[in-house]
Every structure is written in structure tokens, then in C-alpha cells.
């Protein structure tokens, strides 16, 4: 199946990252959050990464008004998945929402049309099992900042079946990016690699081995990362790397995967990172 239309639902970090591409690449966009404060953050931050991509003579200013175009916006998942063939997933990393989420795409969404999460560690079988379309439900897990990052982690549930993971393979390429498939197990591959190195690095914070900014500069310089990991857990959000770590360390059942309290205590703080404008890091705007 070719997707031309898709409704993506949370217009958050990544959720305006997932509109962004999709409506560059000619796709029909229904972005959906609860929050109207959320929507018009997400379509300000997609006007002005494509203004950036404007300035740099990647798209043309007529191109840049006619994707802006394509995004309409919708506070009701289940009005906005209304004749669409594709529903992405991007609200909180928390497993409740999700499976309440997917009841109602479920209930109101046409019968042929794939739902997607974009889950970070969340059991996609477990997702899918809470609908009535197991085969057509599937990971599709974009990375942050979705404009620049080239891989979409493609996920398979148990049940997911071949046309669904074509189709979603196919789209990724479409979208510019560059799908790699995985199985269903915690974290998958990103995130099972990924999070403990964040975790340590909090470890490391707490028991005063190092300073935040001598931490990333080490990774940063030492290992040539693009940034410190505590920078990069600003980034994504602290109170997403928690819950991410959360499923791990439930799921998988091994110590080595607890969050570290400090990052429990930064969380409980409210210091989520470059969303609220501090994490390990301080941000201006
Ligand atoms: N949106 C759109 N474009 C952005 C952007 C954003 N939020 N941030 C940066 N860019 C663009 C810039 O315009 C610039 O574009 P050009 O190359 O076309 O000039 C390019 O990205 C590089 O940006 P900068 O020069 O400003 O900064 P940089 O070189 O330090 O790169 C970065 C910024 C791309 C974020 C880089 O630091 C990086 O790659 N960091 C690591 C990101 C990473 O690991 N992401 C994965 C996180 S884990 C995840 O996503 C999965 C999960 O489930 C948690
Ligand atoms: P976020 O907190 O930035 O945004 C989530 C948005 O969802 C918020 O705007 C919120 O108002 C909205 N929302 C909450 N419940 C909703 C509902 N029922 N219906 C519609 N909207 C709802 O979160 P995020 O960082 O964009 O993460 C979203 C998902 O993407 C998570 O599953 C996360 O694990 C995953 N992910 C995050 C990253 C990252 O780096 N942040 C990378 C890859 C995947």
C-alpha cells in the first residue's frame, strides 16, 4: 500500500518532528494533541526548522508554504484518524496511555489502516494486543531530531504481518530515512544500548567521578560522539529516559538496567531536559 495521508498523534519533541518530514515528503498530515498549547509549539517549531532548511537552499520558501499547508492540526484522535492510512503514535512513554490510545485508533480508524508507535521500549506485541488488527500494528521508531536523523527503527509485534512492514518500510525510504527492522523485545535495539550509557553517566554525576560538562566532553572528545551523553539526555527528556529505563529494568529483570535515583530525583524536580529548560544542562529559549 502506498500511505499518502497519515495522522500523527502528540505533536511534542517528536511528534512535530514526524509531521515535519511527513508533510515535506507530499504526505497529507492530521497532527493530534490533547494539548492546543502543545499544537501550536510543535507547528512554530516546524516553521522554523524549515525556515532553517529555507536559509540553507534545502527547499524553496513555495515548498516550505505548501508542506505547512498540508498540516492541519485536531485535538481528537478520533476525529483525526478519519480516512487516513497510516496513524503514528508519539504521546508519553508511558504504557497505559499508549494501550488506551490504541483501543480508540482501533475503534475509528478504517479497517485497512496501519497503526504505528513510535515507542521507545514499549512491547509493540503488547500494544498490538489490545486491538482488534494485531497484524497491521508495528514499531515505527524515529529518532530525535526527526528532521536530521536518518534511521527509523522498524519494529515487528509477534502478530505484524509482511504488507504492513513493507508498506512501513517503504515510507521510511520515502521520508528520506533509512529503515533498519528489529524484533519485538524491550528497548529494542536503540534503546537497550543507548540507555545504559546514559544511565552510567548519571552513575557517574551522582557518585562525583566527574563534573556534567567533563562527562559529555570526554564522550564528546574521547569517543567522538556528537554529544555528551547528559547532553543528549536533555534531549530527549529526562522523564523519557526514565521511563525507558523503567521498562528495561521491569522487563528484562536485571539490576543492571535501574534508573539511577539521580535521575529519579531530576525528574521529580520537573528538570526534564530542553523541554522545560533544564536538565543536567541549562537552556535559554
Ligand atoms: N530540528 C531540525 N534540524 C535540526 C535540529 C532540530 N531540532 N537540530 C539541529 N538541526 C540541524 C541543523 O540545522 C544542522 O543542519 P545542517 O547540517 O543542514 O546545517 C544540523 O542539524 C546540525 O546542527 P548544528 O550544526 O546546529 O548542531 P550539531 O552539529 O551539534 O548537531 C545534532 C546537532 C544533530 C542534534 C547532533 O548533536 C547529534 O547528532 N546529536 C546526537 C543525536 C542523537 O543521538 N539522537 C538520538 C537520540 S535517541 C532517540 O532518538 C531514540 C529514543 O527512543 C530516545
Ligand atoms: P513529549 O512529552 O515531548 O510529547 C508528548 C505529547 O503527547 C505532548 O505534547 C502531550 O500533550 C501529548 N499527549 C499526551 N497524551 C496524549 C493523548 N492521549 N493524545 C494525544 N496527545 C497526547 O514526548 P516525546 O519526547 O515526543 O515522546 C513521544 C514518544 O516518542 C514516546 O513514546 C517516546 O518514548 C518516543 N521517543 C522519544 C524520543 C525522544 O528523544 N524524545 C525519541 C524517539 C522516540
Given at each position: 500500500m502506498t500511505i499518502d495521508s497519515v495522522a500523527v498523534i502528540g505533536g511534542g519533541t517528536m511528534g512535530n518532528g514526524i509531521a515535519h518530514v511527513s508533510a515535506q515528503s507530499g504526505l497529507q498530515v492530521h497532527m493530534v494533541d490533547v494539548s492546543a498549547e502543545a499544537l501550536e509549539q510543535g507547528l512554530a517549531t516546524i516553521d522554523r526548522n524549515m525556515d532553517r532548511q529555507v536559509k540553507k537552499e534545502r527547499m524553496t520558501a513555495q515548498e516550505k508554504e505548501a508542506a505547512m499547508r498540508r498540516i492541519q492540526t485536531f485535538t481528537d484522535p478520533a476525529e483525526a484518524?478519519?480516512?487516513?492510512?497510516l496513524a503514528v503514535e508519539a504521546i508519553p512513554e508511558r504504557a497505559e496511555l499508549k494501550y488506551e490510545l490504541f483501543g480508540t485508533l482501533d475503534r475509528e480508524a478504517g479497517p485497512d489502516t496501519i497503526l504505528a508507535s513510535n515507542t521507545s521500549s514499549i512491547s509493540i506485541t503488547e500494544i498490538a494486543a489490545r486491538t482488534s488488527r494485531p497484524e497491521k500494528v508495528i514499531g515505527m521508531h524515529f529518532m530525535n531530531p526527526v528532521p536530521v536523523m536518518k534511521l527509523v527503527e522498524v519494529i515487528r509485534g509477534l502478530a505484524t504481518d509482511d504488507a504492513t512492514t513493507e508498506s512501513v518500510m517503504q515510507l521510511s525510504r520515502a521520508l528520506g530515512k533509512i529503515p533498519v527492522e528489529v524484533n519485538d523485545?524491550?528497548?529494542?535495539?536503540s534503546n537497550r544500548v543507548l540507555m545504559p550509557m546514559i544511565n552510567e553517566a548519571v552513575f557517574a554525576l551522582m557518585e562525583g567521578v566527574a563534573e556534567v560538562d567533563a562527562i559529555d566532553t570526554v564522550m564528546k572528545l574521547?569517543?567522538?560522539?556528537?554529544?555528551g551523553p547528559l547532553a543528549l539526555a536533555d534531549l530527549i527528556g529526562l522523564d523519557t529516559c526514565l521511563n525507558i529505563l523503567e521498562v528495561l529494568h521491569r522487563e528484562l529483570?536485571?539490576?543492571?538496567y535501574r534508573p539511577c535515583p539521580l535521575l529519579r530525583k531530576y525528574v521529580a524536580a520537573g528538570w526534564l531536559g530542553r523541554k522545560s529548560g533544564r536538565g543536567f544542562h541549562t537552556y535559554e529559549d
Open positions: 484518524v478519519q480516512g487516513v492510512q523485545y524491550p528497548g529494542f535495539v574521547g569517543m567522538n560522539h556528537p554529544m529483570g536485571d539490576d543492571r
